[in-house]
């Protein structure tokens, strides 16, 4: 077999493959063994024929099909390590000979990890957030904390809605005296000031006791997703079933041993700010090393392959379905909701998608030129800290982490002593943050939305890494983008 390599631009370079005739017939006396059971021959029982009387009788095309898979699938992988390239997607293949008797030539026009000049990474000058807990802080946990302990209760005979209650209604609504699709409920529970309806739907109701009745009058806005009632007047019977109302407990003692291990209000009190200074501690950890990354990305000049991009979109996408469906909403449901399409939504996530690569491409160089490697030991101490919190299930984790996922574990620890590299050198300022309250990462939407904008390289996932290699040896010949000259 023989290689020239040809380098297109930066990012995408083409090998012209000459395989010899004697590899071209055996592949065809392979394809001959393959599909021999499904040709007819005249005079031979089904799977008899021989060779030369099925390239007589149907042409020696008939296995080239199979032939070329053959071929691609041996010498393709031979070819890149050949090169000395290291391919992110796909490559376009294009058979240019296919004749039996003469060599089998093709071309393979393949996009590649893009070459760029590192910047100066030593000695960067990077700012530190350093997230001040505050009473404040920590009054507010414990507000939630109340929130989420309150107990809803039917208010007292006689009561009226009031905002903040819940109303438990049935509802029947129409458009141009028409009942529509998903206009009618039985024992809905609204909270009032949720505006979980359109308009004013729900201040409307402010008022009404149980037993009572109103058609409650409302517009459905233009740009609402049921084309069959956007934009229209539409009118909604009413019925209140009950009212209810929340009950919060008082903060005290007895408080904090109803909801807590602690006794006192003031132990719970300091579990909180442990908890918050360990959050704020990680945040500020998070938030330096993705300002490191930063600073590097806004220097570097890298011409990123598309398939790159494109494989990073899909995976935020399947996050962002994970996280919706957590909510009991589908994919597509949330683009009817939203107005959006496919298109749209995969430019949602494309410049998170860029800059994640962007920063994983400098990354990666960088430890590679430093040579930086993870020890056995470092390893399955990574392992040991991400399964910690899964008790009895911990062991068995922990063996499918360091079996499948090894590479990604790999990936964390030498990404974490990059980072260590890079702040041995570098210039740190501390700026003081004072939030007026503690954002749950895990509920904030606006964290949800660009949850890998600038890629924390602490918790990566443990089902793929974006850029590891693909397994070319598997692909079949009707994977590959080819057109063939026979």
Not at 82 to 91: H, Q
Not at 108 to 114: H, K, N, S
């Amino acid at each position: 077999m023989n290689v020239k390599f040809e380098k297109l631009d930066s990012k995408k370079v083409k090998l012209e493959v000459t395989v010899e005739a004697a590899k071209l017939d055996e592949a065809i006396r392979k394809s001959y063994k393959k599909n021999v059971k499904d040709l007819n021959v005249q005079g031979f029982r089904k799977g008899k024929a021989p060779l030369a009387l099925v390239k007589q009788f149907y042409g020696v095309e008939v296995l080239f099909d199979d032939a070329s898979d053959f071929l691609l699938n041996e010498t393709y992988p031979q070819a890149i390590v050949e090169a000395g390239i290291k391919p992110v997607d796909y490559p376009k293949i294009d058979i240019t000979q296919f004749e039996e008797g003469k060599d089998f030539l093709y071309t393979a026009e393949i996009e590649v990890y893009p070459e760029f000049e590192l910047p100066e990474y030593k000695g960067i000058e990077v700012e530190k957030p350093v997230y001040v807990v505050t009473d404040h802080i920590i009054d507010h946990e414990l507000e939630d904390l109340v929130q989420k302990n309150g107990r809803i209760e039917s208010k007292s005979e006689g009561s009226a809605i009031e905002m903040g209650d819940i109303a438990v209604i049935d509802f029947t609504g129409k458009v141009d005296g028409a009942e529509f699709e998903g206009g009618k409920g039985e024992n809905f529970e609204l909270e009032i000031g949720a505006k979980m309806f359109i308009a004013d739907f729900e201040d409307q109701l402010i008022g009404l006791k149980v037993g009572e009745e109103k058609l409650v009058k409302v517009k459905f806005p233009e740009n609402y997703a049921s084309e069959e009632v956007k934009g229209k007047d539409a009118e909604f019977e009413v019925k209140v079933i009950d009212v209810k109302a929340k009950e919060y407990p008082a903060i005290d003692d007895e408080f904090a041993s109803e909801v807590s291990e602690f006794e006192t209000l003031e132990e719970l009190k300091a579990s909180i700010r442990e908890g918050l200074e360990k959050d704020a501690e990680e945040k500020s950890k998070s938030e330096l090393n993705n300002n490191l990354i930063k600073a590097l990305a806004d220097k570097a000049e890298i011409d990123i392959p598309l398939s790159m991009i494109e494989t990073n979109i899909d995976r935020l996408i399947k996050d962002f379905e994970g996280r919706i469906s957590q909510q009991g909403i589908t994919k597509e449901m949330y683009l009817q909701m939203t107005g959006q399409d496919e298109n749209s939504i995969r430019e949602m996530f494309r410049d998170n998608a860029t800059k994640v690569v962007r920063n994983d491409l400098i990354i990666e160089a960088i430890i590679e030129k430093e040579g930086i490697k993870a020890t056995d030991e470092e390893v399955e101490a990574k392992a040991d800290e991400i399964t910690t919190m899964y008790g009895d299930q911990k062991g068995d984790l922990r063996e499918m982490l360091l079996k499948s996922n090894r590479k990604d574990l790999e990936m964390e620890v030498t990404t974490m002593k990059l980072f260590d590299l890079l702040l041995e050198s570098a210039k740190v300022t501390e700026k003081e943050i004072v939030e007026e309250h503690h954002h749950d990462h895990e509920d904030n939407e606006e964290h949800e939305e660009n949850d890998h904008e600038e890629h924390d390289h602490e918790e990566h996932d443990h089902e793929e890494h974006d850029h590891e290699e693909h397994d070319h040896e598997e692909h079949s010949h009707e994977e590959h983008s080819h057109e063939e000259e026979k």
